[in-house]
């Protein structure tokens, strides 16, 4: 968890009473894991958000994509809407009429 060996946590412990007192500890230790408790959910709450948005970045990316290859073509493919006939060549309309 935090690398803190048995020794280690039996000092802080120790140290933990001497200061707080054993009238103080156990709501000190509430409140220490009501603190650790809201961190994680912060930090929870922030990779959701950064996973959100980088999955949004991604859909962009697609959209302009596929909107850039919609726009190329319709350029290749420009028929005139007002007289469409006309804007095919003979070749196009040979082609039709088969």
Request: charged share 40%; aromatic share 8%.
């Amino acid at each position: 968890m935090l690398d803190i060996g048995f020794s280690e946590f039996l000092v802080v412990i120790v140290l933990a009473v001497l200061v707080l007192g054993p009238d103080k500890l156990p709501e000190a230790m509430k409140d220490f894991a009501r603190f650790i408790k809201k961190i994680k959910k912060m930090w929870k709450d922030a990779t959701a958000d950064i996973t959100r948005e980088l999955e949004i970045e991604e859909m962009r990316e697609e959209v302009k994509k596929y909107k850039d290859e919609l726009n190329k073509l319709q350029n290749e493919t420009k028929i005139d809407i007002q007289n469409p006939v006309d804007s095919l060549n003979s070749r196009d309309m040979n082609d039709f009429l088969k």
